[in-house]
Every structure is written in structure tokens, then in C-alpha cells.
């Protein structure tokens, strides 16, 4: 495994632009009133010598009783247990959003991140390195929370291996590298929400995208990412569904871990 570069060189500079100008973006995630952490990422990419683009995130009134639009919510508490809390449908059409004006650029591949990433010096690069070694993919994962029982696909020329796991979800869409044709995909996929957007990033059994993952993390969350915007734990626990209304949630996920197996061996 390489170890994520905190440190910027100036081949590490001139790695990411020369890759800005062969038409790979970098995308962050950041909500309008998260203005600090706007300001890090910021800092860190001006370090780096990285070209970070902004996307607006979504916010949702959480006293608002107006509708959802595409939010299939009978769907979403089957696989979930629970409802899907206003932060979270914000989160999703942020990424929606950034998928958007990926495919308004004339860029071959994206990374999109959400702004409680901690950027390192060769990011770019390695996102790039990854894409070449698997150009089959649609997507890499290249942040997750977990990777059980991996197999291997490819490796970079820098050394990352790129593959699919058996056991999941793997967590996290907070770093992913996105092709044309695997945002084309999960634009028109992901129209009705059934999932929270890690989840459904992860299901290429379900929406024909070739999802892949790298074994080791290219970057790591910052310690911003112990602030969650979406929800704490107390308050996922408090609208969870329990005793037998949680059956159809447990046949559902049975269902997803064996579509997952086989689409991993495939």
C-alpha cells in the first residue's frame, strides 16, 4: 500500500496540472453555510497545487412539510429500517448535482468528494494511475469505511490495487472517480431514491454501472468528519424500525449481500 502524500512536491504539482489539462476535474461538496471547511479544502488544494472545484450543496428545511420529489419512501424504509432524514436527500442531489456538471465539462473523468475529505499532494494523480489500470471501470471508490474480502482486478502503476468486494456496503461517497459513461449511468439510475447515495453508488447490480473500489484508501476523512451534517447516531437509533416491522429490511439486505457476491465474482 502507498501512503497518501501530505506533503506537496512540485512533481507532485506539476503531475496534477498536467492531468487538469488532460481533462480529469476535481470536484467538493460543500454546503453554502460550511464556510470553514470550504476554506480548509481550499487551503489544502492551493498546498497541493490542485484545481478544486466548488458544488453548492443542498439544503433541505427539516420543517418543511413540502414533498420529495423521486423519493420512494416505502422503498427507501425496506432497505433502510428507517426514513430517509432531510440532510441525507440534500446529500444526494449534491451528488446528483456534481454528476451534472461533470457531464457539462468536457473532462474524461471526475473525482467527486464531500468537503470532510483531508486532500493529499497526489490524489489527482493517483485517481488518474487508477482509471488507466482499469479503464473498464465506470466508477472507483477510493475512500471507504470498509473493504471485506476484496478481489482483485488491477493494479495502478502506482501501486494501488482496484477490485470488487464481496461483502458490503463498504460505506462512504465521500472520494469516488467517476468516468463519463458511469455518471451518464447513475444520473439516469439513481432518478427515483430508494437508498442513502453511498448506498446506492455501490449497487452497480442494480444500476448497470461498473463499480469498482480500490483496496486501500487513496486519502482519509478529516477530523471534520466526526461533525456529521446529515445526523449522530442518537438520532439514526430514534427513527429506526425494530422487532418484527425490521423483517422486510433483513430479507432485503440477505438479497442485496448474495446480488453483491455475484456481482463481485463476475
Given at each position: 500500500m502507498r501512503e497518501p502524500q501530505q506533503a506537496g512536491s512540485g512533481a507532485d504539482a506539476f503531475a496534477a496540472q498536467r492531468l487538469t489539462a488532460?481533462?480529469?476535474?476535481?470536484?467538493?461538496?460543500?454546503?453554502?453555510?460550511?464556510?470553514?471547511?470550504?476554506?480548509?479544502?481550499?487551503?489544502?488544494?492551493?498546498?497541493?497545487g490542485l484545481d478544486v472545484r466548488r458544488i453548492s450543496g443542498v439544503e433541505i428545511d427539516p420543517a418543511s412539510r413540502e414533498p420529495w420529489p423521486h423519493y420512494d419512501h416505502a422503498a427507501f424504509v425496506r432497505g433502510s429500517s428507517r426514513p430517509m432524514l432531510p440532510q441525507e436527500y440534500g446529500c444526494y442531489l449534491a451528488h446528483v448535482k456534481a454528476l451534472n456538471a461533470?457531464?457539462?465539462?468536457?473532462?474524461?473523468?471526475?473525482?467527486?468528494?464531500?468537503d470532510d475529505v483531508s486532500l493529499s499532494a497526489d490524489l489527482v494523480s493517483r485517481a488518474y494511475s487508477a482509471h488507466e489500470a482499469a479503464p473498464f471501470a465506470e466508477v472507483i471508490?477510493?475512500?471507504?469505511?470498509?473493504?471485506?474480502?476484496?478481489?482483485?482486478a488491477a493494479t495502478s502503476a502506482d501501486g494501488d490495487e482496484i477490485g470488487k468486494?464481496?461483502?458490503?456496503?463498504?460505506?462512504?461517497?465521500?472520494?469516488y472517480l467517476?468516468?463519463?459513461?458511469?455518471?451518464?449511468?447513475?444520473?439516469?439510475?439513481?432518478?427515483?431514491?430508494?437508498?442513502?447515495?453511498?448506498v446506492a453508488l455501490e449497487r452497480g447490480w442494480a444500476t448497470g454501472v461498473r463499480?469498482?473500489?480500490?483496496?486501500?484508501?487513496?486519502i482519509a476523512l478529516s477530523v471534520r468528519s466526526k461533525e456529521?451534517?446529515?445526523?449522530?447516531?442518537?438520532?439514526?437509533?430514534?427513527?429506526?424500525?425494530?422487532?418484527?416491522?425490521?423483517?422486510?429490511?433483513?430479507?432485503?439486505?440477505?438479497v442485496e449481500l448474495f446480488r453483491r457476491v455475484r456481482y463481485a465474482v463476475s
Open positions: 488532460e481533462k480529469i476535474v476535481s470536484y467538493v461538496i460543500n454546503l453554502d453555510r460550511s464556510i470553514e471547511r470550504w476554506q480548509h479544502i481550499q487551503s489544502q488544494a492551493e498546498g497541493f461533470f457531464l457539462a465539462s468536457e473532462a474524461e473523468c471526475a473525482v467527486i468528494m464531500e471508490k477510493l475512500l471507504n469505511h470498509r473493504t471485506v474480502l476484496f478481489r482483485a468486494c464481496l461483502f458490503g456496503p463498504q460505506g462512504s461517497a465521500a472520494c467517476v468516468t463519463r459513461d458511469g455518471a451518464r449511468k447513475l444520473v439516469d439510475a439513481l432518478k427515483i431514491i430508494t437508498c442513502p447515495f453511498d463499480v469498482y473500489t480500490v483496496k486501500d484508501n487513496l456529521s451534517q446529515i445526523a449522530d447516531r442518537a438520532r439514526y437509533r430514534s427513527i429506526k424500525l425494530r422487532g418484527l416491522r425490521k423483517i422486510p429490511t433483513h430479507v432485503w439486505r440477505t
